[in-house]
């Protein structure tokens, strides 16, 4: 969404070649960052954000007016300690914060691009953002780090830029989608194409949006986000400010309402077409693909540090998952540390407040900033 | 850090590769790395142990022996350690297959079953022994297969393995162990400590 905020924003000259074939140049990357780059330059952490997160990690969000997408993480005296590190974290390009998206003007016609915008990839968002240590001249990172498509950026990252990380922290993610990923993301863009003000893409030229479609999308996704025991104990069957059920279609129960609740506070902040575009990106990310169908190759040429986190309760991105990528290193004895946290909050559990997962991350991150 | 650990220790060399399975809390996985400069890593299956690993600054990798060896190639490792786990696995001999797959060499240490006390429980009490270094009763014992020094170094020949060192270790005493006094050994060492090779 382009909104009248003033967004910190890096256009990229050099032209980037996309792996659709198509090669874009002078675009926007919007980005956002905290704490300070140090003398030496070596304590800089690029995070990487989820399918639908953005470039503001923490503090408040001035586009929503609510706490950044990860505040439970990153900050002063937080896991990533903002008062250590240099945090550098940019929107995705396809998405909808300010970075070459969807939304934005073809420069010749001046009409928005809408689904004339190419279709990219997640090595094509890791060779954008690839810019940022150029602008800031960093030559190696401390950290990159991120959950779910964020963990699948940290994994393409570091095997497209081997020695440009010191730690490499993939969380809740995968290293190919899966059926089950697809089938959900399929979905989602089935609801939004099938909304009619969805109208091939090119619905910023009316004042109508897809708005219904693009909720649909969310609800759906959200319960993926979300175990069963962690629904069934914060809604279980409770019924929405009513005594009985009504026998009709309203929302009776309460998970309804919160489903609707979030379907509708989604639109106001995401595209609609950035949806799709994000989503297509992650369907088509198999980076043992890339490799001949061997993923340890795709960690060969780096001698960085792993740390790989799942959580119990996590099905979209099940352990089982991350530990495929543990095992890919551990196959070149790269160096790998890998830890299950026990959650009941299922994959948004990376995003919540969930102490061991927390811990870990800060001793993780800490020690190794101490062996420096 | 308890004898074992130095003794153990004291078995491998500077600067090299080490996989330590089960390693608890880290204590001898921190040791070799501040003091011998040892590359190590470490497998735990308990959580908060992992947790407590990861605190210490260690590489660890949360997971099981028994299935989790599997992952690492041949020889990745110069030794593999496996501290007083061995008695607690379903399969002792697949684990022992694999610290030797995995590790040029292995350093196994058993709780020794044949220790004097233990056979003086027995046969006295007629109960199951309960000693510093088997605490627990039978019912609630992670031990599934317990040996005895005797009953290691006669599974470890029956293989065909090489015993490069076998030590037996009393409290404060270390000694080493040899043909001609292994029953006097079974008797009075409460922990077995050997160094493999297959």
């Known amino acids: 969404m382009n909104t009248e905020i003033n967004l910190k924003t890096l256009i990229v000259k050099k032209p980037l070649k996309l792996d659709c074939g198509k090669t874009i140049n002078n675009f926007p990357i919007a980005y956002e960052t905290y704490g300070s780059l140090n003398k030496n330059k070596d304590n800089a952490i690029l995070i990487f954000h989820a399918l639908t997160g953005d470039q503001f990690v923490t503090g408040l969000n001035p586009i929503t007016n609510k706490d950044g ?73 401390f950290s990159v780090v991120g959950g779910s498509m964020g963990g699948m950026q940290v994994l393409q990252f570091i095997s497209n830029f081997p020695g440009k990380a010191k730690t490499v922290i993939p969380i809740a993610c995968t290293s190919s989608h899966s059926a089950q990923n697809i089938a959900f993301n399929e979905l989602g863009r089935q609801a939004i194409t099938a909304d009619n003000n969805w109208n091939e893409g090119n619905y910023n030229t009316k004042d109508t949006v897809p708005n219904k479609g693009l909720a649909v999308a969310r609800m759906a996704a959200h319960i993926t986000y979300l175990s069963k025991k962690g629904l069934q104990e914060k809604f279980g069957r409770k019924l929405q400010e009513r005594e009985d059920i009504k026998f009709s279609f309203d929302a009776d129960f ?35 693909k890339q490799f001949k169908g061997n993923l340890s190759d795709a960690f060969k040429e780096t001698e960085a540090k792993f740390f790989i986190i799942s959580f119990t309760s996590d099905w979209l991105y099940p352990t089982q998952e991350n530990k495929d990528i543990v095992i890919a290193l551990n196959a070149i004895g790269a160096d790998v540390g890998f830890v299950e946290i026990e959650s009941d909050k299922g994959h948004d559990s990376f995003l919540l407040d969930v102490p061991d997962f927390l811990n870990s991350l800060k001793n993780f991150l800490d020690k190794s900033y101490t062996e420096n | 850090m308890k004898n074992e650990f130095k003794v153990i220790a004291d078995l491998i060399e500077k600067d090299k590769r080490v996989l330590d399975v089960g390693c608890a809390d880290g204590t001898l996985m921190k040791f070799l790395k501040d003091n011998k400069n040892i590359n190590i890593r470490g497998l735990e299956i308990s959580k908060d142990k992992v947790q407590k690993c ?50 040029n060499k292995a350093i196994v240490t058993i709780p020794n079953f044949g220790y004097w006390k233990i056979r003086l429980h027995l046969l006295t009490k007629g109960t199951m022994p309960i000693t510093k270094t088997l605490p627990d009763e039978w019912y609630n014992t992670p031990n599934l297969h317990m040996c005895t020094i005797k009953d290691f170094v006669h599974f470890v020949k029956s293989r065909n393995f090489k015993i490069f060192k076998s030590l037996a270790l009393n409290s404060e005493n270390v000694s080493l162990i040899n043909n001609s006094n292994l029953g006097i050994k079974n008797l009075f060492a409460d922990l077995g400590i050997f160094l493999i090779e297959k």
């Open chain 1, 254 to 288: 309460q998970i309804e309402s919160y489903l609707r609740y979030q379907g509708s506070v989604f639109v106001d902040r995401f595209d609609a077409n950035s949806y799709l575009y994000i989503t297509r990106a992650m369907d088509y990310f198999d980076l043992g």
């Open chain 1, 69 to 141: 997408w990860w505040s439970y993480a990153v900050g002063p005296d937080k896991a990533i300690d903002t008062n250590k590190y240099f945090v550098i974290c940019s929107n995705v390009i396809g998405g909808c914060m300010g970075s070459f998206g969807p939304s934005h003007k073809d420069p010749n016609t001046q009409e928005i691009l809408g689904t004339n915008f190419p279709v990219i990839t997640i090595n094509d968002m890791v060779n954008a953002q690839n810019n940022l240590l150029d602008h800031f001249g960093i030559e190696k990172l």
């Open chain 2, 54 to 103: 990861i605190a210490k600054g260690l590489t660890v990798i949360e997971g099981n022996a028994e299935k989790d060896l599997s992952q690492f190639p041949d020889k990745s490792f110069d030794y593999v350690i496996l501290s007083q786990t061995l008695q607690a696995f379903l399969n002792p001999e697949l684990v022992i297959n694999e610290l030797l797959r995995v590790g």
